[in-house]
């Protein structure tokens, strides 16, 4: 539920600005044409919100208006987008210099520069990737991602339904179950509220990975988050945004690493500016808004 383009495919690929009754929207080199119905653009969608805020194009006015509603009381929102997108990409290089080349991103969201497969790819031109996401916006940007890579694939599938993503035709062809995997939650489980049980999602995932397998997690917080601005985006929260945000505590947040057999790596669980392999960046001051994330091991 993030993302931007790659490079060489713009927005002008993709006519966003038409008629709200009726968008087609087309990529110039694969000529895949897709009519875009009027329920996408009828609320905002997070990953286009996202794209918004990381400075993309394949946004509809209607997330530009929720997005500005979100920076105008916290402007920080934007860096902190930024911040977690370093964060994704940080942790994926390292993962794959330490040998995994299975990658499951889930909540993937739009495409962007230096997707999960492309850094993967960097370090080991083998390594597979499946994304997965929800959002029927994302499905023609992610085609046309992918053609001509038999390494990578996208399957539309909820994040609330693991049984279904790793028993995808997909998954199961494109994913070794007997080697190590990645599972990539970025800033996509405080979408899931309460009531859809996040942690029993996040266990079943857990349970189901081989030995030796890790997960890359961030989730936004409200620990120490500035009290008055927190009314301000529980109030708004529901306006804003098709899925609304659950803010969770530090602590509530920790819970989903708690699994028997899994340990997290170091740092730890911190602010995603301060994750880096093995250390954690001592000179950084959280804002008014927080990030936490980190990577766990199946031992």
Not at 8 to 15: K, M, Q, V
Not at 73 to 80: D, F
Not at 99 to 111: E, K, T, Y
Not at 149 to 177: F, K, M, S
């Amino acid at each position: 539920m993030r993302k931007i383009f790659s490079p060489g495919r713009t927005g002008a690929d993709y006519d966003l600005d038409g008629p709200v009754s009726e968008k087609i929207t087309c990529d110039s080199r694969s000529g895949v044409r897709t009519q875009q119905p009027d329920e996408e653009m009828s609320s905002p969608s997070p990953a286009r919100m996202y794209d918004y805020f990381l400075g993309g194009t394949t946004n509809y006015q209607v997330d530009r208006d929720a997005a500005e509603r979100g920076l105008a009381y916290a402007p920080e929102i934007k860096t902190i987008a930024t911040a977690n997108r370093q964060f994704l990409i940080r942790a994926i290089r390292f993962l794959a210099e330490q040998g995994v080349s299975q990658f499951l991103d889930i909540g993937s969201g739009l495409p962007t520069q230096e997707n999960v497969h492309e850094i993967a790819q960097s370090v080991t031109p083998s390594a597979r990737t499946v994304y997965v996401d929800n959002d029927p916006s994302v499905l023609p940007q992610a085609q046309a991602l992918i053609i001509g890579d038999d390494r990578t694939r996208y399957i539309e599938a909820d994040v609330r339904d693991p049984h279904g993503i790793l028993n995808h035709p997909e998954t199961l062809q494109h994913l070794d179950p007997a080697q190590p995997w990645a599972v990539v939650l970025c800033s996509v489980l405080h979408f899931v509220p309460d009531t859809d049980d996040p942690y029993g999602v996040v266990y079943r995932l857990m349970d189901a990975m081989p030995s030796g397998s890790f997960l890359i997690f961030s989730h936004v917080s409200r620990t120490d988050i500035d009290p008055e601005l927190y009314k301000i985006l529980m109030a708004t929260n529901s306006n804003n945004l098709s899925n609304p945000i659950t803010y969770r505590a530090v602590e509530e947040i920790a819970r989903f690493f708690d699994q028997p057999g899994w340990e997290l790596l170091p740092p730890g669980m911190v602010d995603v500016q301060r994750w880096q392999p093995d250390s954690a960046v001592d000179d950084f001051m959280p804002g008014r808004v927080r990030v936490v994330g980190g990577v766990a091991r199946k031992r």
